[in-house]
């Protein structure tokens, strides 16, 4: 088992970052396309979700903390943060898309929201993952 852990400032560089260094964790385990191509999606928006939400109100943005754990054909990712946690915002920059999609694109992912503050979201992708009719 492989592990790594990485910190970015919640910006709007973030993602890009982030999408780069798994990706990179994870090409010496041989994923096929389809598999990167959704961890990229899925990291992609994990991430974004922190940068529009939760800091929102703080200057400066807090951080971003991302795990990855390789385990033979499977790839676990945990996106943390210490902001506002999950709330529900009328006001909300995004479309509301992005945990439908790591939903759709990972083999399985958890959300939890801490009582003080903070918001992990858990995603487990198969590496030998290739493209089905799923759309």
Known sequence: MTTARWTFDATRVAPGKGRQVIREFALPA???EHAL??????????MTNVVVHAYRDMDPPGQIDMEAELDGDSLTIRVRDQGHGLEPRI?????GLGL??????SAASE???SDDGGTEIVMRFDL????????
């Open 30 to 32: 041989e994923p096929t």
């Open 37 to 46: 191509g959704s961890i990229a999606v899925c990291v992609s928006e994990a």
């Open 91 to 95: 006001d909300s920059e995004g479309l």
């Open 100 to 105: 439908p999609l790591i939903s759709k694109f």
């Open 111 to 113: 959300i939890a929201s």
């Open 128 to 135: 030998r993952e290739e493209g089905d009719a799923r759309g």
